[in-house]
């Protein structure tokens, strides 16, 4: 298996895949998403872009998204709105992006007798945790209208398999972080606010729980599932290890050697029932069908972010809210 399209590609954890898929020798066509700019995102400044061929296009348009398909081998499927506050706003975006583009690249993926089709979810379907650590059995909860468009499309990806046999697997990824990530996280939110000099940065609840996994290592699963012969099936993505934003403030404040004041900013916070207050991965089926583990601990992983926001500041604007 040589020919690896990526969607999404453009983006924060895409165009690390693509960089990483390179590395290990396969042949990589990169879709970013159109605009009259031609700019292709963070694969723009890859080391690696010589290497891959970029397509600008969009997966809500059918046509395009099946002549794309052609002569490709395995599909990564990244492509999608991830905002969760920008979904309060623009509900119909996520559907048109996140739903009907997936079935676009699932039709065409069909059509063109793809042989691998891995579709990329959230660890936001899950909702709060009505258990931890979280495996795939967990009841899917549509705590925004975001969560709502993925599951609706990881249902889709896998009534492709029923339906028509097509090779379908659904990586399920929870909480990543990493250089290029943009600021409407908060581990980039927190650093860039504190780069750029603030004695008082703006934050929302710092209570919730997240899983948090380097990008890299992200990206080790999601290639891991390339080996598997069998489909159908549903891999968690994660480290098996919660911690509360409050506790990765103060990692980075000590990595950083810097003590800020916090004020809560109530634009950042979710509406009560759509905050989703605890993510904690159990990603022992992955482990078991790949022997894939997450490698990078949370304080690496936070000093090589630290780095590339450092020498990246003037791409972020700190002083704003991003969405």
Partial sequence: MRNILVTGADGFIGSHLCESLVKKGFKVRALSQYNSF??????EKSPFLKDMEV????????????????????IFHLGALIAIPYSYTAPQSYVDTNVNGTLNMLEAAK???ISHFIHTSTSEVYGTAFYVPIDEKHPLQPQSPYSASKIA???????????????????RPFNTYGPKQ????????????????AKEIKLGDLSPKRDLNFVLDTCEGFISLLNLKHFGEVYNIGSGV???????????????????????DEQRLRPK???????????????????WQSKISLEEGL????????????NYKSELYNV
């Fill in 38 to 43: 031609n700019f292709w995102g963070h694969l």
């Fill in 55 to 74: 397509i600008s296009g969009d997966l809500r348009d059918s046509f395009f998204c099946e002549k794309i398909t052609k002569n490709i081998d395995a």
């Fill in 111 to 113: 059509k063109n007798e």
């Fill in 153 to 171: 499309a990881d249902m889709m990806a896998l009534s492709y398999y029923n339906s028509f046999n097509l090779n379908v697997n659904i990586a």
């Fill in 182 to 197: 943009s600021a409407r996280a908060i581990i980039p939110t927190i650093i860039t606010q504190i780069l750029s000099g």
């Fill in 242 to 264: 919660e911690y509360s934003m409050q506790e990765v403030l103060d990692l980075i404040q000590k990595i950083l050697d810097s003590k800020v004041k916090i004020i809560q």
């Fill in 273 to 291: 029932n759509s905050e989703v207050f605890r993510l904690c991965c159990d990603a022992s089926k992955l482990k078991k069908a790949t022997n």
């Fill in 303 to 314: 000093r090589q972010s630290i780095e590339y926001f450092k020498e990246n500041l003037e």
